[in-house]
């Protein structure tokens, strides 16, 4: 599709249903794989090599049916097919904007829905993917955060957004054909809805199968978890995933931040930034990214704008700040700043010596921008006392 096409929007309904009591084999670690194949009559001694060679057909060749294993002896293949199903979240609809942004609906298990991005760039494709269906923090400019938790996506169902946007973009390698080094889907953000921290295990063994070698393998530093401060989990996320950390900042005082990012009121900028400071893998190559979403009159003052260096510069964190203009969503209570108060802002960054990119807005025209991510199904806006409720919850 060229940047620029056509808005498009195709409805695309293929059914998939899970013939009963079958066991998906896609989100299982190598362990888990090898385990369940055991279960399921493969001899011990054959496990390890049965379970490196499913593995790359699911995720190094994008096979989806056992039949096409062909390494493996026919009747393995249908004892395989009687036990098991290899299974990725069904397209709903799938819209592609005027600068060739994708943005697709996915369906998962129980009619639940989550919206995946794909961003197509001069030398990158970045896949914004989701990690839960809604999110139980309610940050107050976000859309995503006005829809109530419903779930946390399976480890089958976050590796399985890489692996739709593989098929739609069509990049599955042919077996035999020269290798082509320039992917299309190159980069992974978890950016999209719901906060990844609080679904850590999935996340990190679906981020695990997308950098295993003999498949996706896609480089940790390729893959960005976006965090609002989950602080326990920082340092865990360095030790258990390894990929680069944005946080999702956007404030500099206590006072504010408590309000746009609400779990301020249980980890304070304080506590955030400590964690960030101890991040193992921060260093100059390896920079984290603070996001900050610059709203009118709220966070986007020239005192602000110095405050935030001071944060970064005390704690000594390796960082670039990003700069994200607010996506205005219907019945949104802020603004976006003006461009020439984003400018500003960024310099007094830059003038510090940090990078301060100005995030470009993409895919705007079909509501796939930041933070705009939110499924059709779940419209309705929360109640204060369901608000406070969860996160009570939370705490
Ligand atoms: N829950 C995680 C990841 C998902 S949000 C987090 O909060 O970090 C991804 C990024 O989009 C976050 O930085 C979030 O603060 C930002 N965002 C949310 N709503 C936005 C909006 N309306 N406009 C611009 N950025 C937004
Ligand atoms: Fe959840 Fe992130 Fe949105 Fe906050 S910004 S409500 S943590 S998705």
Redesign the pocket.
């Known amino acids: 599709m060229s940047p620029k096409a056509p808005i498009t929007q195709d409805v695309m309904t293929i059914p998939r249903k899970l013939p009963e009591g079958k066991i998906n084999l896609v989100g299982l670690t190598r362990d888990q794989l090898r385990e369940v194949l055991i279960e399921y009559g493969t001899p011990e001694k054959q496990a390890k090599m049965r379970t490196g060679q499913i593995w790359q057909w699911i995720y190094q060749w994008g096979v989806r049916d056992f039949a096409e294993m062909t390494n493996l002896a026919k009747a393995y293949r249908a004892q395989l097919d009687e036990n098991f199903v290899i299974e990725i979240p069904e397209v709903v609809t799938r819209q592609v904007s005027e600068d060739g942004t994708r943005k697709y609906l996915c369906r998962i298990a129980g009619g639940h829905e989550v919206e995946v991005v794909y961003i197509p760039e001069e030398d990158r494709g970045t896949l914004c993917i989701s990690s839960q269906v809604g999110?139980t923090?309610?940050?107050s400019f976000?859309h995503?955060?006005t829809q109530k938790l419903v779930r946390n996506l399976t480890a089958a169902e976050i590796v399985g957004q890489v692996m739709m946007a593989r098929d739609d973009l069509e990049e599955w390698p042919v077996p035999g054909a020269p290798k082509d080094e320039t992917r299309l889907l190159s980069n992974i953000v978890l950016m999209g809805?719901?906060?990844p921290l609080y679904n850590f295990e999935n996340v990190r063994d679906a981020m695990k199968i997308a950098m295993d070698p003999e498949g996706i393998s896609l480089s940790r530093r390729r893959i960005t978890l976006?965090t609002?401060g989950v602080v326990p989990e920082i340092a865990r996320t360095a030790e258990e995933i390894g990929c680069l950390l944005a946080i999702?900042f956007h404030a500099t005082t206590d006072e504010t931040r408590d309000v746009l990012?609400p779990?301020n009121k249980r980890w304070n900028i304080e506590e955030l930034l400590q964690a960030l400071a101890s991040y193992p893998k921060a260093s100059n190559s390896e920079r984290i990214t603070f996001e900050y979403v610059m709203l009118d009159g709220v966070n986007d003052s020239d005192e602000d704008a110095h405050r935030l260096i001071d944060h970064i510069k005390r704690h000594n964190i390796p960082a670039k700040i990003n700069l994200i203009p607010f996506n205005e969503w219907p019945g949104a209570p802020y603004k976006r700043s003006s461009n020439n108060r984003i400018r500003a802002f960024a310099n007094i960054i830059y003038q510090a010596g940090y990078a301060s990119p100005i995030r470009k807005t993409r895919g705007e025209d079909i509501m796939a921008a930041c933070?705009q991510l939110k499924s059709a199904t779940e419209r309705a806006r929360k109640s204060r006392k369901q608000i406070e409720a969860e996160a009570g919850l939370q705490r």
């Open positions: 999110c923090l309610t940050c976000c995503t955060g809805m719901g906060e976006s609002s999702s990012v779990i933070g």
